[in-house]
């Protein structure tokens, strides 16, 4: 009786803990609204210049906002209406402003463009990755945390209020959570959330707001930092804001797209590059696995976008690049194991770290496989593939017990199976596309796999460049290869021709 009475007084205490905690939250919030302006705040445009990094797609993949890979955006605009929008399809968030790329040696400068990131009413209400750009800024988190029941702690002299979102689940069931942190000014200083990524996980997405003023009644942050797994991918420095502007429908409404051309949109600053173009899918008829063709002894075509390559190494199999996304990887995983059925996947080869390249490195990860990566990203993405996985549901967030390995290899790695078979892995230098650039030759067939080198129709001059690099690459370490095999597949697939390929990039060092 004596512990049923203790147990029950127990749990009294949490709940009403629990209850304290919302209602201090209640009166933080609302203090922090007062002061912010943000209790009569139901729209803002604030503009100011900005800068725009490129996550997961940057020549150091460690470095998002790298001097080959920052945009600047010279007359950033952004407009929200944190209102009812007209209908699912109307605007709630817009932001613009025209752009300088960064201008890349060796490549003709960019043409200015214009940055767009528009989330219309519907997208704000079930997309997470969009949604978040409008609960993250300091006004709508305020307003988010008096809708939703938010909690509230101490931490380093600040409130820290979260709450989760209703109506928002990740692919794994679970609910998101907003954190923000108030000064005691009664300011927002932080906001954070995570959402669902192919290669991070639970990726971390940070603002940080600060040097606030007074602008036309509402407190306005001039200086906004925006960071994606640690790493800064974005920030704006705010000269100019009014609240509950009368022209709101004019600044959410973008202009006609033009007739032809036009400059190109920017990654919007709160939605994380989602590794890959392909997804898994679902619903309906399971696919059928990916076509598999026999280039030599012991060595398969896994055919499809992001083409991968599977080598008998004797007693375990090497892969040689796993895909765009969670199920192209574990597609690739399954077509290698049945292509040289029972031996273990010990090891992956992936091209470089680009996310669009390292979104089926989970499912590689998942399968207990090595990665192998040059040197130079193998640290940053140990660190990313390793981070919890509760919100994506794939493959790697479902093994017991996992561990990733991510080994960084230098220029020259020369692999040795067991049966005799020889894979050469090399490193690709002379363009700015990736510091990480690796390319697979496999002397006994004669064909060398190599990523994002164009080889057909008409490439652009940062894709010749890269094919240069590699073509040079090539010859300097007299690799005599036959053929090509791109990790971007042509339609149809094939392997191409060593003079059809030196043909697109006619100022290459050729043999």
């Known amino acids: 009786m004596l512990l049923r009475t203790l147990t029950v007084a127990a749990l009294l205490v949490t709940f009403l803990s629990m209850g304290a905690s919302a209602q201090n939250a209640s009166s933080v919030v609302a203090a922090a609204s007062k002061a912010m302006g943000a209790d009569t705040l139901n729209s803002i445009t604030y503009s100011g210049t900005a800068r725009n990094g490129a996550f997961g797609q940057s020549k150091s993949i460690g470095n998002p906002m790298g001097p080959t890979n920052l945009t600047q955006i010279t007359q950033y605009t952004r407009t929200i209406?944190?209102?009812?929008?007209?209908?699912?399809?109307?605007?709630?968030?817009?932001?613009?402003?025209?752009?300088?790329p960064p201008t890349v040696p060796g490549v003709p400068a960019p043409m200015p463009g214009v940055f767009n990131q528009n989330i219309n009413g519907q997208q704000a209400s079930t997309n997470w990755g969009q949604a978040l750009n409008i609960w993250t800024t300091p006004w709508g988190f305020l307003k988010g945390a008096a809708a939703n029941n938010a909690t509230v702690r101490q931490e380093g002299g600040q409130q820290v209020v979260s709450f989760s979102p209703a109506n928002f689940k990740s692919p794994s069931g679970q609910m998101y959570t907003v954190t923000g942190y108030i000064n005691n000014q009664n300011q927002v200083t932080k906001v954070e959330t995570r959402m669902e990524h192919a290669v991070v996980g639970d990726l971390l997405v940070e603002f940080e707001y600060s040097n606030y003023q007074n602008m036309n009644g509402v407190q306005v942050p001039t200086r906004i930092v925006q960071r994606q797994a640690g790493l800064q991918t974005f920030d704006a420095n705010i000269a100019s804001a009014t609240p509950n502007p009368a022209n709101l429908a004019a600044l959410l409404t973008p202009?006609?797209?033009?007739?032809?051309?036009?400059?190109?949109?920017?990654?919007?600053?709160?939605?994380?590059?989602?590794?890959?173009?392909?997804g898994a899918g679902g619903g309906g008829q399971q696919a059928a696995g990916p076509a598999v063709e026999k280039l030599g002894d012991g060595?398969?075509?896994?055919?499809?976008?992001?083409?991968?390559?599977?080598?008998?190494?004797?007693?375990?199999?090497?892969?040689?690049?796993?895909?765009?996304?969670?199920?192209?990887?574990?597609?690739?995983?399954?077509?290698?194991?049945?292509?040289?059925?029972?031996?273990?996947?010990?090891?992956?080869?992936n091209s470089h770290p680009h996310f669009d390249h390292a979104s089926g490195l989970a499912a590689a990860a998942g399968e207990g496989?090595?990665?192998?990566?040059?040197?130079?990203?193998?640290?940053?993405?140990?660190?990313?593939?390793?981070?919890?996985?509760?919100?994506?549901?794939?493959?790697?967030?479902?093994?017991?017990?996992r561990r990733v390995t991510v080994q960084g290899i230098g220029d020259r790695?020369?692999?040795?199976?067991?049966?005799?078979?020889?894979?050469?892995?090399?490193?690709?230098?002379?363009?700015?596309?990736?510091?990480?650039?690796?390319?697979?030759y496999l002397p006994a067939e004669r064909v060398l796999y190599t990523a994002?080198?164009?080889?057909?129709?008409?490439?652009?001059?940062?894709?010749?460049?890269?094919?240069?690099?590699?073509?040079?690459a090539a010859d300097q370490l007299k690799l005599q290869w036959e053929s090509m095999i791109p990790a971007h597949a042509l339609n149809p697939e094939r392997a191409v021709p060593r003079a059809e390929v030196v043909a697109l990039a006619p100022a290459a060092a050729t043999n």
Do not use: C, W
């Open 81 to 100: 209406n944190f209102g009812q929008a007209a209908d699912a399809m109307a605007l709630v968030s817009r932001a613009t402003g025209p752009t300088q």
């Open 255 to 278: 202009p006609p797209a033009p007739a032809r051309g036009g400059g190109p949109g920017g990654p919007p600053p709160g939605a994380p590059a989602q590794g890959g173009r392909g």
């Open 299 to 349: 060595v398969f075509k896994i055919g499809g976008n992001y083409t991968a390559i599977a080598v008998d190494m004797g007693d375990h199999i090497l892969v040689v690049e796993s895909g765009q996304s969670d199920a192209r990887g574990t597609a690739v995983m399954a077509a290698a194991k049945q292509a040289i059925p029972n031996k273990p996947i010990r090891f992956v080869v």
């Open 369 to 401: 496989a090595t990665i192998l990566m040059h040197r130079n990203s193998a640290e940053t993405m140990q660190r990313l593939l390793s981070g919890p996985r509760t919100l994506i549901g794939d493959s790697l967030s479902k093994v017991a017990n």
């Open 413 to 440: 790695e020369i692999r040795r199976g067991t049966n005799g078979k020889v894979v050469e892995i090399h490193r690709v230098t002379g363009s700015e596309h990736t510091d990480s650039h690796l390319m697979v």
């Open 452 to 472: 994002d080198t164009p080889v057909a129709g008409m490439p652009n001059p940062n894709q010749v460049q890269v094919l240069r690099a590699t073509l040079s």
